[in-house]
């Protein structure tokens, strides 16, 4: 049935979320490695990212910064214990739209 269907994949899906989970926070938070998820000069956008970020679980934070002379905002996940975490996520990240994140240490 549907149902049955439903809670077979559902428990597929929780094992492979499991294993695609990254480790959060180091002990020292200035350390570890980080995602960088992108620059954003438009408010929108950023808040369009941080609600999408904000539904990962991941912690994350915004830097006022200037680009090219261009004032925006760097948005980046993380810290993740290892860079294999930090890898880990960023295939997560880039599944749910964010294509040009890249791992930062």
Do not use: H, M
Request: hydrophobic letters at 40%.
């Amino acid at each position: 049935t549907a149902t049955n269907f439903a809670a077979v994949n559902s428990v597929k899906f929780n094992k492979i979320a499991k294993i695609l989970r990254p480790q959060l926070r180091p002990k020292d938070l200035n350390s570890g490695t980080y995602v960088a998820i992108g620059f954003y000069a438009r408010v929108e956008s950023l808040q369009n990212a941080s609600e999408a970020l904000s539904l990962t679980g991941y912690p994350f934070r915004s830097q006022k910064r200037k680009l090219r002379e261009t004032d925006g905002t760097l948005v980046t996940a993380g810290p993740f214990i290892t860079e294999n975490d930090a890898k880990a996520a960023l295939e997560i990240l880039k599944l749910i739209g964010f294509t040009d994140a890249y791992v930062i240490k």
